[in-house]
């Protein structure tokens, strides 16, 4: 099956058979030496020549458990966060803060609008209790870029912490961590980077780490000061999903191997045929060209064509695409072009798309 949601992805046999690994004990030295593998890897990846400025903390879980851990463990005592929400996954850093009671109103802005500076900058103003200001990088909803250069910049200017969620963009759209000076980058290991469900990691200034070990502890599982410690000892403070990070290890491998950038081209390169043939068969994105990524396009539904029918017919030609979601789920779809692809592979899709589509407008 070849999939094109937005993860998990398709990954590799090299990847799938590194789960294959011996048995270890947590505890041993394999352990350590795997986990300090990921994390050097991860940095060399994602801050390259500026290793020393930054650490990562591997978590196992899902990608929400890196935002939930990053976000919650930022916030020093009677200080609040921010979140500029334009989609899903803004929306669920807002829950994450609603549940501890440490947001403000959020900077909302309509899904597919892209936030502006000077609101930011008039927001935290007329906030100085807030301390981190969160948003997404790419949000997956519609698959916007949202404006992290300029965001960091204001952010930056007011002498606040930027924390940002690129569960979906790490490995596949460009993200300057490091020249952007980004606090704390969420990322997970089953999307761009493609590796399998199962590992996460909070990329995190060193110097911020530092003071994050003394914010009062707003979750004991998620605690990121506390893995962070426990990691940099050599040691892990929970049973981690060993198999899953030797999988992890080897997806970092292959990315490093490849070269982001070339990464990131191969995925522009599939998102650009999928345009292009899209449009020559009238099916419309939802987002003007300047503010899509390069890894998943929403697309509005054809005339006649309800998702369900197409998604199950595609499922049938061997292709996953995936729904929209809240008020647009009867509207659009989304397809993603991350993970172990090919040309043939999406060549593949769009002959199955283009058949679908012609049963459904006869
Ligand atoms: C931008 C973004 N953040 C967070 C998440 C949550 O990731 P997970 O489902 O791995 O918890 C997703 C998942 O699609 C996402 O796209």
Known sequence: MILLNPGPVNVSERVRNALRQPDICHRESECSELLADIRHKLLKAFVPGEEDEYTAIVLTGSGTAAVEAALMSSIPMGKRAMVINNGVYGQRMSSMLMTHRLGTPDLKYDWGVVPDPETVDLALKQHPEVHTVAMVHHETTLGLINPVKDIAEIVDRHNRVFMVDSVSGLGG?????????????????????????????????????????????????????????????????????????????????????????????????????IRTRFEEWGVKPVLAPA?????????????GCAYQRLHDELKQAGYVIYAGQGHLEEKIFRVANIGALTNQNIEGFLSAFQATLSGARA
């Open 173 to 273: 759209e460009a993200l300057d961590i490091a020249g952007n000076k980004l606090y704390m980058v969420a990322g997970a290991a089953q999307k761009c980077i493609q590796g399998l469900p199962g590992a996460a990691f909070v990329l995190v200034r060193k110097g911020f780490m530092e003071r994050v070990l003394k914010y009062p502890k707003r979750s004991w599982y998620l605690n990121l000061a506390n893995y962070y410690e426990e990691q940099e000892r050599g040691t892990i403070p929970f049973t981690p999903a060993v198999q899953v990070y030797y999988a992890f290890r080897e997806a970092l491998n292959e990315l490093l191997e490849e070269g982001l950038d070339n990464r990131i081209q191969r995925f522009h390169g599939y998102a650009t045929t």
């Open 291 to 303: 503010l899509q990524g390069h890894t998943l396009t929403a697309f509005y539904l054809p005339e």
